[in-house]
């Protein structure tokens, strides 16, 4: 995987990250009402009595944000239990009711964990379900609420379904981190429930930091930023700010918990409302809505309708390969641990296929190859019918316009170079240049470099390039061992 | 002429329905300067519907149960393109893009929406006086407050300005104002009337209701009215009762238990008038003698509703009013920054009581006061439904007063909250339990000023209490409530 290099913090200070992630669920309709659930509409298009708060109106649940919701907590491999709404009441001009509906004390998930490629393991505290809020746009002013000239409020969003999935304080390293966000994002798309698109906003990260000396187990003073819109500019939030706390920690300073607005632009960020007095949003159950209460059927349904989540799928092609942790979370990532399994099923050699996999298929389109293509291929090469250079030649043409590689070899002209073929041809090329013979045997390694280069080159102009170079190099290699080696032969 | 009568006559082709609303407008245009029940006559949208339903019978096609009744809508009811006030200044300008649920099966049914009726300032209240648009009067004596908070539907359909009106019921505010006008209430189980449309007040104990002059009449506006709504979560999923067919079963046999604690009864409620405790328990009489079975039932956490309700309501009302915030829709008084600007229209736009409540109800949920409060008045919520269920064991339906005293007069107990919140001592259980009740009107009192008597009963209850109220009204109208 290409992780960044970890930034080191200065020594004897680990971090303490949490995660708060809002992912918006790709419903078609929205959380209480009938409107559509669109990105990128005309403004206060997609509105209705309910989800402009108006007086009189009342929610209704969209039972399928419900499923999506109980599906993404068993993937997550939470508690899925019977949940209650409940009113988090803040005033502020893009949330129509001035409550959001969330759920408090009693979420539809709780408990679940994220295996991250290298086995690291994050603890998910709950995935609950909430509405989203309108959207703020402040003109003049700096953008900022209070010194706007005007603002402009746009309700489209408002009342889309939301799941917010809060991680336990667990997070060691800017790198887990990384592979949490990334793995929830490759959860979220496998199952189906949210596009997960950070740039369009429909998944958001809050990232609640703080340091402490290593060895330590405490929690102590944290930060929360907000406004990461990448995963990138999440590592580097979180870098500044455990730079930032450590300074203030060394210099005797401590830092107040409050939050913080990333500026993405400055690479820094700064304090935004101090939580030094919590907000008090006066929680209660929301009185407009009936409990959720799963069935079993409805959870075993899920269950059984799960399909593979990434961390199985890449302990099923480490299983299968024994290939390294990074090089099966790549070809997970890319989807192609499914055919890796098929070809290695059918036969096909495990380190070959991986190999192939991982160098030669790094394309966003491989639908053409099919898992019987890519078995035999990889069979045709490991037994010798094909070299390495032809084998990846075919594969590309697999890539193009799919088919039999065995065919388009054969129309190739790439006919099989069995062992005892190229074997004969090396012999006799010994045998017509002894001078040359010599110099491989007995040179200098200058010179046996050099002749190497010499033969492989006489091979591959006699066999119109199909021959496997390594092949003809490994039998110069036993030639020149052999106890009569001054003449060819056995 | 009931309800039920006007309708059978415009069904029948006898009266039009564009005469009928032509008497009654004529009688608001008479009195209603006087008793002020009305915000807004509708009279436009009231002809309308009322040639539609003349035509209709002309046609032949059949316009609906209450064919060419005038029903008068509270004003916290939702009426599309007509101003929905809540008798509020923060609403000032606000026209519903929608009609509540009611107001759509009303239309369907055939009724004639006459207008939108006086209310303490959202539904907050037990005697109009907090309305922002000055009080209704009590058709019986202009002197005395109609009730509240749907003060002003119940002076409605008691001044006959219209046969039948809606109101909402979240303490009390349907039975008790029925009681002081001397017409019927009802507020039915919790899920049975749809509450899309009705501006929230506290939605765990809201409910619309009927008002109407007979039993009859309460029964088929709530068969119209009630039955299952997809909009609101909380509704009950199933049709409306079936009422009218089961009015005259009498109560032969049937157990009525009088509530101790509101009948005069030791270890009881303090208040409550004798003159009103006199005729419940000549009500209870009337019972035995037409065959019920009768007995005191001892309901101690009864007493205890009234603080747990102005904890719980109050709550809920902090929440559902804070959307009043001058960005969208009403009340805006300018301001420098958009929080300045809140908290200048929400000044501007609620009246004292109205902020008394929020704030009762912002520091009941507040962190630190939560479990005393709100959480501590949640569990007395709870022992009251345990301590009815019990009591439901032993018998079929409970009788108590309606209201501890007849109506009284304006600014009597405007300066003191808590001996207004007393008003709603009998009534508050039913809302905390979500159980039916309905109050009648059973003689009068020593001022001559109308009583009402009410009979409770266990969930989905309404054919039973229909039942009761029947044989009550029966006795009254022989002169057996003197």
Same mark, same amino acid.
Request: aromatic share 8%; with cysteine; net charge negative.
């Given at each position: 995987m290409s992780w960044s290099i970890e930034p080191t913090l200065p020594e004897g200070w680990e971090l303490v990250v949490g995660l708060e992630v809002h992912v918006e669920l790709s419903t078609a309709t929205k959380l209480f009402c009938g409107c559509a659930n669109r990105f990128g509409s005309e403004p206060n298009t997609n509105i209705c009595p309910v989800c402009l708060g108006l007086p009189g109106s009342l929610p209704v649940i969209n039972g399928t944000a419900v499923k999506y919701a109980m599906q993404l907590g068993r993937a997550l491999?939470?508690?899925?239990?019977?949940?209650?709404?409940?009113?988090?009441?803040?005033?502020?001009?893009?949330?129509?009711?001035?409550?959001?509906?969330?759920?408090?004390?009693?979420?539809?998930?709780?408990?679940?964990?994220?295996? %991250?490629?290298?086995?690291?393991?994050?603890?998910?505290?709950?995935?609950?379900?909430?509405?989203?809020?309108?959207?703020?746009?402040?003109?003049?002013?700096?953008?900022?609420?209070?010194?706007?000239?005007?603002? %402009?409020?746009?309700?489209?969003?408002?009342?889309?379904? %939301?799941?917010?999935?809060?991680?336990?304080?667990?997070?060691?390293t800017i790198d887990h981190a990384k592979a949490y966000v990334s793995g929830l994002r490759d959860i979220l798309l496998a199952i189906g429930v949210s596009d997960a698109r950070m740039e369009e906003g429909s998944m958001r990260v809050d990232a609640n930091v703080?340091?402490?000396?290593?060895?330590?187990?405490?929690?102590?003073?944290?930060?929360?930023?907000?406004?990461?819109?990448?995963?990138?500019?999440?590592?580097?939030?979180?870098?500044?700010?455990?730079?930032?706390?450590?300074? %203030?920690?060394?210099?005797?300073?401590?830092?107040?918990?409050?939050?913080?607005?990333?500026?993405?632009?400055?690479?820094?960020?700064?304090?935004?409302?101090?939580?030094?007095?919590?907000?008090?949003?006066?929680?209660?159950?929301?009185?407009?809505?009936?409990?959720?209460?799963?069935?079993?059927?409805?959870?075993?349904?899920?269950?059984?309708?799960?399909?593979?989540l990434p961390a199985a799928r890449r302990a099923a092609l480490v299983e299968a390969s024994s290939a390294d942790a990074d090089v099966v979370a790549t070809l997970v990532e890319r989807g192609q641990d499914a055919l890796a399994l098929a070809a290695i099923g059918r036969g096909a050699d495990a380190d070959k296929v991986v190999t192939r996999l991982r160098h030669d298929l790094a394309v966003d389109d491989f639908s053409k190859v099919s898992a019987e293509s890519f078995a035999a291929l990889i069979v045709m090469e490991t037994s010798g019918d094909l070299t390495a250079t032809q084998a990846k030649q075919v594969l590309a043409e697999l890539v193009d316009s799919g088919g039999d590689p065995r065919s388009i070899a054969a129309e190739r002209g790439f006919e099989a170079m069995h062992d005892d073929e190229l074997a004969d041809l090396v012999d006799r090329l010994i045998a017509d240049n002894p001078d040359e013979w010599q110099r491989f045997v007995g040179g200098h390694e200058g010179d046996r470099k050099k002749m190497q280069g010499f033969f492989i080159g006489q091979i591959m102009r006699a066999t119109k390039g199909q021959a496997d170079g390594r092949a003809v190099a490994d039998l110069l290699a036993q030639r020149g061992r052999s106890p009569a080696n001054g003449s060819p032969g056995t | 002429m009931s309800a039920l009568d006007t309708a059978a006559a415009v069904r029948a082709g006898e009266r039009s329905a564009v005469d009928i609303l032509d008497e009654h407008l004529a009688r608001i245009a008479r009195r209603d300067g006087e008793i002020h029940a009305f915000n807004l006559v509708t009279e436009g949208l009231a002809r309308s519907q009322a040639e539609s339903v003349d035509a209709a019978v002309a046609e032949g096609r059949d316009p609906g149960p209450l064919a060419g009744v005038p029903v008068a809508v509270k004003d916290n009811t939702c009426t599309r393109g007509i101003p929905t006030t809540c008798s509020s200044r923060i609403l000032e300008g606000w026209l519903p893009p929608y009609d509540?649920?009611?107001?759509?099966?009303?239309?369907?049914?055939?009724?004639?929406?006459?207008?939108?009726?006086?209310?303490?300032?959202?539904?907050?209240?037990?005697?109009?006086?907090?309305?922002?648009?000055?009080?209704?009067? +009590? /058709?019986?004596?202009?002197?005395?407050?109609?009730?509240?908070?749907?003060?002003?539907?119940?002076?409605?359909?008691?001044?006959?300005?219209?046969?039948?009106?809606?109101?909402?019921?979240?303490g009390g505010s349907v039975r008790q104002p029925a009681s002081l006008c001397g017409v019927v209430g009802v507020k039915p189980t919790y899920g049975v009337v749809s509450r899309y449309g009705l501006?929230?007040?506290?939605?765990?104990?809201?409910?619309i209701g009927p008002f109407a002059t007979s039993i009859a009449d309460a029964a088929v506006l709530l068969e119209v009215i009630g039955g299952h709504d997809p909009r609101d979560s909380t509704s009950i999923p199933e049709p409306a009762p079936s009422l009218l067919d089961v009015l005259g079963r009498g109560v032969d046999g049937m157990r009525v238990g009088v509530i101790t604690e509101l009948a005069g009864g030791p270890g009881g409620v303090e208040g409550i008038a004798p003159d009103v405790v006199a005729r419940t328990r000549q009500a209870v009489a009337a019972l035995e003698a037409a065959g019920a079975r009768v007995s005191e039932i001892s309901v101690p956490s009864a007493i205890l509703g009234l603080s747990a309700y102005y904890l719980i309501a109050p709550a809920e009302a902090s929440s559902n009013l804070s959307r009043y915030d001058g960005v969208r829709y009403g009340l805006r008084v300018d301001a420098p920054t958009t929080g300045e600007m809140n908290i200048a229209s929400r000044s501007a736009g609620f009246g004292d009581e109205v902020k008394r409540r929020i704030m009762l109800g912002t520091y009941a949920l507040s962190a630190g006061y939560y479990d005393a409060f709100y959480g501590k008045a949640l569990k007395v919520r709870t022992l009251i439904m345990r301590d009815f269920a019990a009591a439901y064991e032993q018998v079929d339906v409970l009788v108590s007063p309606t209201s501890p005293t007849t109506?009284?007069?304006?600014?009597?107990?405007?300066?003191? /909250?808590?001996?207004?919140?007393? +008003?709603?001592?009998?009534?508050?259980p039913s809302n905390l339990s979500g159980h039916p009740a309905i109050s009648i009107p059973f003689g009068v009192g020593d001022d001559g000023m109308p009583i009402g008597v009410q009979i409770l009963g266990p969930a989905q209850s309404e054919p039973t209490i229909f039942t009761v109220a029947t044989v009550l009204e029966d006795v009254a109208a022989k002169g057996g409530a003197q």
């Open positions: 491999l939470c508690d899925v239990k019977p949940a209650v709404m409940a009113r988090k009441n803040y005033f502020y001009p893009d949330m129509p009711k001035d409550y959001q509906t969330t759920q408090y004390e009693q979420p539809t998930n709780s408990d679940g964990e994220v295996v %991250l490629p290298d086995g690291f393991t994050v603890g998910i505290e709950r995935a609950h379900i909430e509405e989203d809020t309108g959207k703020s746009t402040h003109i003049g002013g700096g953008g900022r609420i209070n010194e706007a000239i005007y603002s %402009l409020v746009d309700y489209n969003r408002a009342g889309v379904p %939301l799941i917010e999935i809060v991680s336990r304080p667990c997070l060691d703080s340091v402490r000396p290593v060895g330590s187990d405490e929690l102590r003073t944290r930060c929360e930023l907000k406004n990461i819109n990448s995963i990138r500019s999440m590592a580097r939030a979180i870098e500044y700010e455990a730079r930032r706390q450590i300074d %203030l920690y060394t210099s005797g300073e401590r830092p107040r918990q409050e939050t913080r607005h990333w500026d993405e632009a400055a690479g820094r960020s700064t304090p935004g409302r101090s939580k030094e007095n919590l907000d008090d949003y006066r929680f209660f159950q929301e009185p407009d809505l009936v409990p959720l209460v799963p069935t079993a059927e409805e959870i075993a349904a899920i269950d059984a309708a799960m399909p593979a | 509540a649920t009611v107001i759509e099966r009303l239309g369907s049914a055939g009724a004639i929406i006459i207008g939108k009726t006086n209310l303490d300032e959202f539904a907050m209240g037990s005697s109009t006086e907090n309305s922002a648009f000055g009080p209704s009067r +009590n /058709p019986h004596d202009v002197t005395k407050v109609p009730g509240g908070s749907s003060g002003g539907s119940a002076a409605a359909v008691a001044a006959g300005f219209a046969p039948l009106a809606i109101g909402s019921d979240t501006v929230a007040f506290a939605s765990s104990l809201d409910q109506a009284f007069g304006f600014g009597d107990k405007t300066a003191d /909250p808590m001996a207004m919140y007393v +008003n709603d001592v009998c009534t508050i």
